[in-house]
């Protein structure tokens, strides 16, 4: 029996043709013995057996969009308590208190909208790295634009630059105390008179400043997570 072209139904006069003598087309063909072989991987999953649908994706362990909203409120109160304390003196103490349960207020919000929601130290503690991360971008940003406006709309920064002229005063008499023994350290002293310098001491100060609340919240909402897992297994 004669083969024919899988293209133009014309005939293959040897039947072993590599290409259709009458349009070129290749002939491909596959051997019994590998028809045999490839057979039962096709019957193994028959389409009565899926839906054709994909697997729905995995849960997540936090809700983000529900984190993300009770930090930046948190957040965004440190910073208006943080802005009002600069005039109010008894806020300040107010906003210390406020930053340093921000991580606890903020799982606690975090909890009453997502009540079913998964909790435990891993869940808590990156609550609280977003509640802190949160709470550096807002009080940064918010103290900064009101020291602009303080400065260069109001022109009321005189207070500010005495406290910090005597705050690096008393930097540059505790050094030199420390290096009375090392007249070359001494000689360096003079840094602390450029605007560079005292700038850089500034930033450096905020950047610490910043790791640590970051740590801190961090920690705190690890503790908390694990509490509140342990509660909850009580119930």
């Known amino acids: 029996m004669n083969k024919i072209c899988h293209r133009c139904n014309g005939d293959l006069p040897s039947g072993d043709d590599v ?4 349009c070129g087309a290749p002939q491909l063909l596959l051997s019994e013995d590998y028809l045999a072989d490839q ?5 193994a999953l028959s389409p009565a057996d899926t839906t054709g649908a994909l697997p729905p ?3 997540q362990q936090v809700d983000w969009q529900a984190a993300i909203r009770c930090a930046t409120l948190v957040a965004a109160i440190a910073a208006v308590l943080c802005i ?4 109010v003196p008894g806020i300040s103490f107010l906003s210390t208190i ?7 207020t903020t799982l606690a919000l975090y909890h009453r909208r997502r009540p079913l929601a998964w909790m435990d130290a891993t869940v808590g503690a990156r609550i609280g790295l977003t509640t802190g991360m949160a709470m550096i971008v807002l009080i940064t940003s918010s103290l900064a634009l009101t020291g ?14 005495n406290e910090f002229i ?10 030199l105390q420390t290096t009375a023994t090392n007249p070359a350290q001494a000689e360096l002293l003079h840094l602390y008179d450029l605007p560079e310098f005292q700038a850089g001491l500034i930033l450096a100060t905020s950047a610490t400043a910043a790791v640590l609340l970051l740590l801190y919240s961090t920690f705190g909402g690890a503790i908390n997570g694990m509490l509140r897992n342990r509660r909850r297994a009580r119930v």
């Not at 009002?84 to 005039?87: C, D, I, K, S, Y």
């Open 84 to 87: 009002v304390g600069l005039r």
């Open 166 to 175: 005597q705050m690096i005063a008393q930097i540059k008499q505790s050094a």
């Open 57 to 59: 994706p995995m849960p």
């Open 148 to 161: 602009v406006i303080a400065r260069f709309g109001l022109h009321a920064m005189a207070g500010f630059d």
């Open 19 to 22: 290409f259709c003598p009458h």
């Open 98 to 104: 406020w930053i340093l349960t921000a991580s606890t």
């Open 39 to 43: 057979q039962p991987a096709s019957d």
